[in-house]
């Protein structure tokens, strides 16, 4: 009998067991987003990296490298952090490096120790579980979080998920995100535009991106990682 | 305008600034039912301390000693961790050394830095409320977890505080359980009958406690922590 678990931060993961475990990474404001986005549309791979200038070094190799600045595309920058931007097989059989924060740190806490990794979002989430019943390995649902905090939108996938998957658990964080997206995943678009990462985004003009991210089943992809960056399974 | 947020584990507590803030906490699975339901029975004050041996020092001053080993009062203690044992005065004007794991920690933790600490329960969930409206610091719900993970019992308190409140906030943990318990406050019992620590409880016979810690308003009584250790403030 499978198990699922989630860990509702980067800062709790040495809590929880890794070891022969697939771990999905979520962080679905934006970084899995658009990673899912990027590589159902044609991208070949895609390397998450820390910071703009360790993104800039991947230009010389003839990478497309993807940045933000306060909201907006950061100078010298092939593109900003929008999912929107790699919709319609916009950079199909490039390269991309992509700077995400909180997204980039759970990628490599996990990938020390798991069996395999994963990315998580809404817009592949019925990929991954149709995926993850043919697995035999637990799943550890790893939420990228906001600077070490918890977040709605990566916790309620969890929540999503598990009652999809629909297996046992003995986990406090998925029984309470299961519930509560039993009462609000027919209007996340509406609960979360409360949540403080989407003000923060709104802030930004960003909401096209926001209700993108939460769109459900958009594609049949599921994302992992490889020695050569981030890959869609499906391709 | 006054603010609260929550903090899901003790072990994200640094990502929080408790500088003049009040931080009320709560391990609702029993520490902080029982230290609310002996001080609201005429028990002088509480220390509560981590382990046996510690505890067993206060016995030579007098102080009655309330420990458990497996579910069960440990040899040569007087009492175990059961809020029931304190009902209808039993043990007035006694002073109490306690042992908690996780509460313990999130105390001494709490009173390192905040301005005030109280311990908060279901059982005198709107005395506390009463008492923060009267208050002009911001509040932090610290809630003891599990072992350092997310627990249920103690997330949905913070959820329900910050209802009754009704103060703005922008954490997400607060109003993921504002949600929470909108939904599943009216049987607590019930839901939690399916969450990690309940069923560890379960295992030992300790229903009646759970039920007993799941109730609303039993005591009009304030517990902070003083010089001397845990008082209630409407003695």
Known sequence: MKTIETC?????LDLHELANKTVIVVDIFRASSTMVTALSNGVNSIVPVKDLDQCKSYKKSGWLIAGERNGKQADGF???NS???YLDQAFAGQNVAMTTTNGTRAISLAREQ??????GSFLNLQATVDYLQTSTNDVLVLCAGWKGKFNLEDSLYAG???LLLGWDHDCDATLGMEALY????????????????????QNHDLDKDIDFCLELNQFNSVVYLSEEGLKNKNN
Chains 1, 2 share one sequence.
């Open 8 to 12: 509702i931060s980067p800062d709790l």
């Open 78 to 80: 092939d593109l900003g």
């Open 83 to 85: 999912p929107l931007a």
């Open 114 to 119: 798991a069996s395999e990794v994963l990315i």
């Open 160 to 162: 999503a998920l598990s």
């Open 182 to 201: 039993q009462q609000v995943g027919g209007d996340l678009q509406g609960f979360l535009q409360k949540a403080s990462h989407a003000k923060r985004l």
